[in-house]
């Protein structure tokens, strides 16, 4: 009953998580559409910010306790589709963490990628989704 627990509870959170990526590139498009000092711009400063905060940092935390512990009790650990899952994850989790830095970078007016660069970039939570759940589903290897 515990591992059904732990793996509603990863689910769960991976989910917020996932939210959280989908949504910060698309605030990020509207940020950068917004005029620099105005309002509007400090608005989106104050969104992207809380959206890490209060929901993506927090989500990839427990989604990472909960799976390490679900992947040792399980005995996932030297299964060769957790390891490409271990892999997709630490991708998404350095992704998650080039946003946080872009966010800081657009708080201070730096708009290093065009809309349509963080339109594509969009793309990524959901291509890493798709490859974990493959693998956790499927066990191709």
Do not use: C, D
Request: proline share 4%; aromatic share 14%.
């Amino acid at each position: 009953m515990t591992y059904l627990w732990l793996k509603a509870g990863h689910i769960i959170f991976v989910i917020f998580w996932m939210a959280g990526l989908f949504m910060l590139p698309r605030f990020f498009v509207y940020h950068q559409e917004a005029e620099p000092g105005s309002a509007e711009n400090a608005l989106w400063v104050e969104r992207e910010a809380r959206l890490l905060r209060i929901i993506l940092w927090p989500a990839m935390a427990v989604a990472w306790i909960l799976g390490l512990v679900l992947a040792w009790q399980t005995g996932a650990l030297g299964q060769g589709w957790f390891h490409v899952k271990f892999a997709a994850v630490l991708a998404l989790s350095a992704y998650h963490v080039w946003l946080a830095g872009y966010h800081k970078a657009l708080a201070q007016g730096e708009h290093r990628l065009s809309g349509k660069q963080l339109r594509i970039l969009n793309e990524v939570p959901g291509i890493a989704a798709a490859l974990i759940v493959i693998m956790v589903v499927v066990r191709p290897f």
